[in-house]
């Protein structure tokens, strides 16, 4: 039994300690903070004078209060903090789009370099005896069979 737990641990360490997984791990992390940043953008800085703008408003107090039937009490319904929430997710969603969207630049760009040095790197040689083009690798010619 000791053996099949040693073995098991063994391939999660193998598995856990993949470049993968540990780039996987570092990106929710780093994910996770920078939601908190946005949420403090939101919050903090763009839904304030956005509310003072309509008059004064707090967009996490705005509240739809339903009765429930007995006296005094409700049921909340916090349509506030939904608009901050989708302010949030918009932010986070143009940030990862933008991302994105430099990152694929940044692979088009590489990609570009690698086609110029692969179209910089002869692949074909002429015959010097009969003039057809072959390859560069050939050490004979297919056409005439002199020796290049």
Same mark, same amino acid.
């Given at each position: 039994? *000791?053996?099949?737990?040693? +073995?098991? @641990? &063994? &391939?999660?360490?193998?598995?856990?300690?993949? @470049?993968?997984?540990?780039? =996987?791990?570092?990106?929710?992390?780093?994910?996770?903070?920078? !939601?908190?940043?946005?949420?403090?953008? /939101?919050?903090?800085?763009?839904?304030?004078?956005? !509310?003072?703008? =309509? @008059?004064?408003?707090?967009?996490?107090?705005?509240?739809?209060?339903?009765?429930? !039937?007995?006296? !005094?009490?409700?049921?909340?319904?916090?349509?506030? /903090? *939904?608009?901050?929430?989708?302010?949030?997710?918009?932010?986070? #969603?143009?940030?990862?789009?933008?991302?994105? +969207?430099?990152?694929? +630049?940044?692979?088009?760009?590489?990609?570009?370099?690698?086609?110029?040095? &692969?179209?910089?790197?002869?692949?074909?040689? &002429?015959?010097?005896?009969?003039?057809?083009?072959?390859?560069?690798? #050939?050490? +004979?010619?297919?056409?005439?069979?002199?020796?290049?």
């Amino acid at each position: 039994m *000791f053996d099949k737990l040693k +073995k098991c @641990g &063994e &391939e999660f360490k193998t598995f856990a300690m993949r @470049g993968n997984v540990i780039d =996987m791990a570092v990106g929710i992390i780093i994910g996770a903070a920078f !939601g908190k940043i946005v949420d403090s953008l /939101v919050n903090d800085i763009i839904m304030p004078p956005l !509310g003072w703008l =309509m @008059g004064r408003v707090d967009f996490s107090k705005l509240v739809l209060a339903i009765p429930t !039937g007995k006296e !005094g009490d409700f049921v909340n319904i916090n349509y506030g /903090v *939904f608009i901050n929430t989708i302010i949030s997710f918009i932010l986070v #969603a143009f940030a990862v789009f933008l991302l994105i +969207k430099g990152i694929n +630049k940044l692979q088009a760009d590489k990609k570009a370099d690698d086609a110029a040095a &692969e179209q910089a790197t002869p692949t074909t040689k &002429e015959c010097p005896h009969c003039f057809t083009t072959i390859d560069i690798r #050939a050490n +004979k010619c297919p056409n005439c069979t002199a020796d290049i």
